[in-house]
């Protein structure tokens, strides 16, 4: 399986995400990619939201956010413990997608997240995106409930920190 690294995102980065975002596999599930571009360049100066490209074998390949769902109270997820992080990603090269590359980099990032010590890390896949919904559970994250977010419904899952023994 390949290596994966998570580097944080700069400016320097934004064509290539502008790339991915135009692409029918992103476009499919995040939306317009005008909107997007908006949204996730807007974001580099969040200090809520850490963004990443992902790279595998040091191909760049996927996008990563990581974010505290707190700041935003109208997400409709609902009371979550401190420490709680969000994740939303995507692949933007084709060729990479179907491979496993996706559950695989989605647990090496949890699995770090969850080492340091938060107690969940959450996501919210569209319900009707099967793919998605079966790449997370590879990725070891549990469904918990059909939620309605500012972008309509969503399946919210969750990753908890392993109970001590």
């Not at 692409?23 to 939201?49: M, R």
């Not at 109208?74 to 060729?95: K, M, S, V």
């Not at 695989?104 to 995106?129: H, W």
């Amino acid at each position: 399986m390949a290596s994966y690294q998570f580097r944080p995102m700069t400016a320097a980065d934004l064509p290539l995400i502008r790339q991915w975002l135009e692409t029918p596999q992103v476009a499919q599930w995040w939306g317009d990619a005008d909107t997007q571009f908006e949204l996730v360049s807007g974001d580099l100066a969040h200090p809520a939201i850490d963004q990443f490209i992902v790279a595998a074998d040091g191909r760049p390949f996927a996008y990563l956010q990581c974010y505290d769902p707190h700041v935003w109270p109208e997400n409709g997820f609902g009371p979550l413990p401190d420490g709680t992080r969000g994740i939303d990603q995507f692949i933007g090269e084709a060729d990479m997608i179907g491979r496993g590359h996706g559950s695989a980099f989605v647990r090496a990032f949890v699995d770090d997240q969850l080492a340091t010590g938060r107690p969940y890390v959450i996501t919210d896949p569209d319900p009707t995106n099967r793919r998605a919904v079966r790449a997370y559970e590879k990725a070891g994250f549990n469904k918990d409930r059909l939620v309605d977010t500012p972008n309509g419904p969503a399946l919210l899952m969750f990753r908890r920190k392993a109970p001590s023994r």
